[in-house]
């Protein structure tokens, strides 16, 4: 996709800026926000999940560049290889900011073509790196494992040893499936397994711009294309009654679900009124979660308040965010203004609940 490519150089720019500008931009969710807490020696080690960052090892970008995929670019150069110098780095961020886990997933990279041998063998590659990762530093991470799709079979043998296997907290996938619905028929083995296997479903965007020419003619397929690409997929996936047919899926939805909270009553009453939806809507995505890698405090608030606070997990989208941004992953969360209770859950306890760990 050039448009995606594109912008490589643009965002990477911004994000050097912003870096600067970090204390500022927390000041505007709250001012006065407080520091993310440190771990501190002498305590237990806190249990804090981080619902939402990526790693790629390099030969891995090269398979998928081999094979035809534009947009690696993106994820070079940003100390988001498993090497030890940027290990050492991430590890670095997360202590200063209190998280002793993030949740490794390698979407948007992913290959999705007609070559099923290429797709399969890409989806292993980063799994068995992932599973090597995790050995090594299992007090650190957890993952999501990649599926090759579209093709459907060899989806469900790579989730299936990817769950029950390596011991993966989930599959991820993107918003869409070369350039296909997620919620195509064509995809319900895929999501019978997943059900089968009582997993979760990670949900991230393609990058793509939800292939509309009024996002990507002007470079916006990051700015919003992205979360609009998570509410269009997670609206499709109502349309298809994909998550009543398949209860045991516990879905997450990155970016705070893409703006569906701000739009819920609207989506609501398409159900309501005309039928839209074959179930409410607004009941449904009771049942999902959504991670925090939004950064703005009354987006925040607005989601927790349409649907609570019980199934908001963080996330900071690591590597795009790092230094004083990583910090404020966390530090916009404590100056929200949220109740005690719903703030700690959402920084230390519903990710627990969401990969079924227990507090030791």
């Given amino acids: 996709m050039p448009e995606h490519i594109s912008t490589v150089a643009t965002r990477r720019k911004l994000l050097k800026s912003a870096a600067a500008l970090a204390g500022a931009a927390v000041g505007v969710a709250a001012i006065g926000s407080p520091a993310a807490e440190p771990r501190r020696s002498g305590t237990s080690p806190s249990m804090r999940i981080d619902c939402h960052a990526h790693l790629w090892p390099t030969d891995y970008l090269d398979f998928l560049e081999h094979n035809g995929l534009l947009t690696t670019a993106i994820a070079r150069n ?4 498993a090497s030890s ?5 991430r590890f670095a961020m997360m202590d200063k900011a209190g ?14 073509s007609s070559d099923a041998a290429a797709c399969a063998t890409g989806a292993r590659m980063i799994n068995d790196a992932y599973a090597g ?17 579209p093709h459907v079979e060899e989806a469900v043998r790579e989730a299936r040893r990817a769950v029950q296997g390596l011991g993966f907290s989930g ?31 990670y949900i991230h965007p ?44 516990r879905f997450h939805v990155s970016h705070l ?34 991670d925090t890698a939004n950064f703005h405090a009354p987006a925040l608030r607005c989601t927790c308040e349409t649907w609570g606070h019980d199934q908001i997990i963080l996330g900071s989208d690591f ?42």
């Fill in 78 to 81: 940003i100390r988001a290889t």
């Fill in 85 to 89: 110098e940027d290990l050492a780095a």
């Fill in 99 to 112: 998280v002793r886990r993030q949740v490794l997933s390698a979407v948007p990279q992913l290959l999705q």
């Fill in 133 to 149: 990762i995790l050995r090594s530093h299992p007090d650190r991470f957890l993952a999501y494992g990649a599926v090759p799709l």
């Fill in 171 to 201: 599959i991820a996938i993107s918003t869409l499936i070369d350039s296909r619905s997620i919620a195509s028929d064509d995809l319900l083995p895929f999501y019978s397994e997943l059900d089968r296997l009582g997993t979760v479903l």
């Fill in 206 to 249: 393609t990058g793509c711009g939800a292939l509309s020419p009024m996002i990507n003619d002007f470079k916006l397929n990051w700015v919003v294309g992205a979360p609009f690409e998570e509410a269009i997929s997670v609206l499709q996936l109502l349309k298809s009654d994909i998550p009543h047919r398949f209860p045991n899926i």
């Fill in 257 to 290: 679900g893409g703006g569906l909270a701000y739009q819920m009553q609207r989506i609501e009453d398409n159900f309501t009124n005309w039928k839209a939806f074959p179930r409410s809507p607004a009941q449904e995505l009771k049942r999902f979660w959504f």
């Fill in 319 to 360: 590597p795009y965010f790092q230094d004083e941004l990583y910090l404020r992953a966390i530090s916009y969360i404590q100056a929200a203004n949220l109740p005690d209770d719903a703030r700690d859950a959402i920084l230390d306890s519903n990710a627990m609940r969401l990969y079924r760990l227990s507090g030791s």
